[in-house]
Nanobody
């Protein structure tokens, strides 16, 4: 069971990046993207429910979009109109069912660094 995050990098202010989070060993049900800037706590950025509903923190509404490709078992975070304050390590997080324990558990991707700078 694994989440593999990718797509981070350096972008100029106003630019775009698309993050990907590919799951292996389980099917994505719902997924969250978090970010953690230096010296700050990790914060939830975007949420995608199993029914396809989405939710965002106010600071990224209208700029970020979370989506999924069920065939690829991958969730994306399209980030447009990037700002310097978007600089952070971005993590994906998803629940998966552990049948041996008869319970849901959380798994995190390894994080991908997004730097927005001119």
């Amino acid at each position: 069971v694994q989440l593999q995050a990718s797509g981070g990098g350096l972008a100029q202010p106003g630019g775009s990046l698309r993050l990907s989070c590919a799951a292996s060993g389980f099917s994505i049900n719902n997924m969250d993207w978090y970010r953690q800037a230096p010296g700050k706590p990790r914060q939830l950025v975007a949420r995608l429910s199993s029914r396809g509903t989405t939710d965002y923190i106010d600071s990224v509404k209208g700029r970020f979009a979370i989506s999924r490709d069920n065939a690829k078992n991958t969730v994306y975070l399209q980030m447009n109109s990037l700002k310097s304050e978007d600089t952070a390590v971005y993590y994906c997080n998803a629940p998966y069912y552990v049948s041996e324990r008869a319970r849901w558990e959380d798994i995190w991707g390894q994080g991908t660094l997004v730097t927005v700078s001119s």
